[in-house]
């Protein structure tokens, strides 16, 4: 399976902070969800939209399973019957999955839709465009 990004990109053009071993298992998850956000299109392009998106999905990945105890900052706190709410990124019922899931699309979309790969319409072959 290719990945979408080194760990030399990682470091040296996005800039990230992740270590080699937490990269190399997140960029896996990261480059499998674009291939399969672009049907499999992405594995002959050779943009650096593609690299930057990978690296930053993988940190998407990466801040999610650092943060699995699920809290936040406090939002309230009753001391008369100890409850404490904590503010979260995730909507009301979602799972940390879907969370990252959610965010990583903004990611991809942000990087990729520009690049045609995103596109999931179907092309009818003519040289003009519609």
């Known amino acids: 399976m290719k990945c979408y990004a080194d760990y030399p990109f990682y470091t040296d053009r996005y800039r990230g902070r992740m270590d080699e071993a937490d990269f190399q298992r997140h960029i896996l998850t990261a480059s499998?969800?674009?291939?399969?956000?672009?049907?499999?299109?992405?594995?002959?392009?050779?943009?650096?939209?593609?690299?930057?998106?990978?690296?930053?999905?993988?940190?998407?990945?990466?801040a999610a399973s650092q943060s699995l105890?699920?809290?936040?900052?406090?939002?309230?706190e009753n001391t008369d019957g100890y409850s404490?709410?904590?503010?979260?990124?995730?909507?009301?019922?979602e799972t940390s999955e879907e969370l990252s899931n959610r965010k990583m699309n903004g990611v991809i979309r942000k990087w990729l839709l520009p690049t045609g790969l995103l596109y999931a319409g179907a092309r009818c072959g003519h040289a003009y465009k519609h």
């Open 84 to 93: 404490v709410s904590y503010v979260t990124q995730g909507k009301d019922g």
């Open 69 to 76: 105890s699920g809290k936040g900052e406090k939002k309230s």
């Open 32 to 62: 499998q969800y674009i291939r399969y956000l672009t049907r499999c299109r992405a594995d002959e392009y050779e943009g650096d939209e593609l690299k930057y998106a990978a690296c930053e999905s993988a940190d998407v990945l990466y």
